[in-house]
């Protein structure tokens, strides 16, 4: 019997094995190269269209030299806040909602599967549905229905990280606050909220992160401007709304090449705001954890 | 009477010690809680309802469109603004291929990428790697479109799509997929990019997936002398499949939505071509090149009713993909 068990030749496991090793090893490369690849070429295209000019000026008709993207940075940077300052208290209360008192009852398992849906949805359904609640009804293209577009895709991820990082919170924690007398409430807001502050704020910004590069939702809520009305009382935002993303996607398709390096100029700003928030928001939960 | 009420007062004394804490003790809750229990449900019930209003909101306005075309809607290649016909089959047949070719490519890619971090990279590596991985999520999609259209399509037309009808496109059958004008722009090109604006979504769960099979489980394996491709194949797979297909459902979702990045690349063409050097266009790409052009009331139903497909599309996948990683994270009694 013995005789007959020979051991099988290693050979073909061995070489299959090294085949999809080095498959793997070139994998991730192609994925490290691929984000390099980019954002060089963002950033090699993009450093030559960056001046003063392009932060402090307004833009030019197409066709005359210089000028810059003043009203989009802006406008950006405006639509991006107000979503903000109305999606983030709305989506803390809820978070607390679906990790503090809903957890499995079928109200809290409805708004989670919701929040799931709306994350995986389409940024551009978004800007549709903005479009029939805001535009038609206003009757114009406006900041407002850009912003709320924006408000409504950062809802979902805010009040899902809020439940996560509140569900990391040990129970403990709120059981010797209980134990002390607080009201619930006081529990969730004064010692939960302060144990999971790290979480949260880095759920908001990579939030922010998300939405402030978003073009689609966009292209016909805010849809674009040249021109920039700040200083009347509501920011201008009842008229089409300057913005960084749109304005990209107008100069990158434009015929003239002047506009098409200020786009990269303008990718270029975009590019590095959002990784900057990116790793700054993932440094804050690393420290933490360390 | 009297003796009676003896008698239950003798049984009052004899209650069990069980009924003793009866329910009604517990104390009420804060009136303050009460009201912020409400405030936050009522927050957290804001969702649902925005989702029903979207799918509401795109039904009433492509109402027009539907009632106009019918049926046909979905089947019709033509979309002429000017005659005022419109039909959705090349936006769909242009949506699924991307998709599809998108998936070939992020699918082998994040399994070996999930191999390469959990089996293969040390530590520090792999934990730089995944985040450099990670971060390709973070380039927005408007910058994959500039970058596709002005650096990636010149390659593609220079090298790469010669290359394929040359030496694939012969081929009877496959080759008849590597077929059309070199120009960069078309099917093949959107694909590609999507792919790897997919691949860190996918790759993200994967490698969590590969991470929570229980190194006993694997390391039997190793004991016995199989290789990582076995361990792999044989151990890992199997252990973490209905999470991996949740995982690529997702991505799937993602890529069926994505905008701005098709629509520079695609070629913005209403036609269904089985070539994949052809320009094609997506839902989403038609939409995002068109809808503000759009004036008249068919013309937006026909942008919207659009709207409707990709919704409905995503939400079916959606579904699939939360009921699978879902299964699995309860399976493995971690939260999702």
Known sequence: MNAKMK??????????????????????????????????????????????DFFTRMPTPPGVEGGGMLNALIGTFVLTLIATVASVPLGLLGGIFLAEFGQESRVANNSRFSANVLMGMPSIIVGVFAYAVLVV??????????????????????????????????????EAALALGFPRWKVTLAIVFRAA???????????????????????????????????????????????????????????????????????LVITVGILLLTISARWIIRTRKA | MKQTLEKKDYEEDTIPESELFSPQDKPKPARGDTYFRWLTAVCALVLP???????????????????????????????????????????????????????????????????????LAPPRISQTVGTMIELLAAIPSIIYGMWGLFVFAPIMAGYVQPWLSTYIGWIPGIGALFQGPPMGLGMLTAGIILGFMVLPFTCAITRDVFQMVPPVVKESAFGMGATTW?????????????????????????????????????????????????????????????????????????????????????????????????????????GL
């Open chain 1, 7 to 52: 051991p099988r030749p290693p050979g073909g496991r061995k070489i299959l094995n090294m085949i999809v090793n080095i498959w793997a090893v070139l994998s991730a490369i192609l994925g490290i190269v691929a984000l390099f690849w980019i954002t060089i070429t963002v950033l090699l295209k993009g450093w030559s269209a960056l001046n003063l």
């Open chain 1, 137 to 174: 009804t206003l009757g114009n293209f406006s900041g407002y229905a850009g912003a709320f577009a924006l408000f409504v895709i950062m809802l979902p991820v805010i009040i899902r990280t809020t439940e996560d990082m509140l569900r990391l919170v040990p129970n403990t924690l709120r």
């Open chain 1, 197 to 267: 502050k790290s979480g949260l704020l880095t759920g908001i910004l990579l939030a922010i992160a998300r939405v402030s590069g978003e073009t689609a939702p966009l292209l016909f809520t805010a849809l674009n401007s040249p021109f920039q009305h700040f200083f009347s009382w509501n920011l201008g935002l009842d008229e089409p709304y300057p913005n960084l993303t749109v304005t990209i996607f107008d100069y990158a398709m434009s015929p003239y090449p002047d506009w098409q390096v200020k786009a990269w100029g303008a990718s």
């Open chain 2, 49 to 119: 309802l925005i989702m029903i209003a979207i799918g509401l909101a795109l039904l009433y306005y492509s109402v027009p469109a539907l009632r106009k075309f019918g049926i046909g809607f979905f089947f019709s290649e033509e979309w002429n603004p000017v005659t005022q016909q419109f039909g959705a089959l090349s936006s769909i047949y242009g949506t699924l291929v991307s998709t599809i070719l998108a998936m070939l490519i992020a699918v082998p890619l994040s399994l070996a990428i999930a191999l390469f971090l959990v089996e």
């Open chain 2, 230 to 334: 076995e361990v792999t194949t044989k151990v890992t797979i199997p252990y973490g499949l209905v999470g991996i297909i949740g995982a690529f459902f997702l991505g799937l979702g993602r890529a069926l939505g994505e905008t701005m990045a098709v629509t520079f690349v695609i070629g913005n063409a209403h036609k269904v071509n089985l070539g994949l050097f052809y320009p094609g266009n997506s839902i989403a790409s038609a939409m995002a090149n068109e809808f503000t052009e759009a004036t008249e009331i068919t013309y937006i139903s026909a942008l919207i009713c659009l709207g409707l497909v990709l919704f409905i599309l995503t939400y079916l996948v959606q579904i699939v993909s939360q009921m699978l990683l879902r299964r699995m994270y309860r399976a493995w009694s971690v």
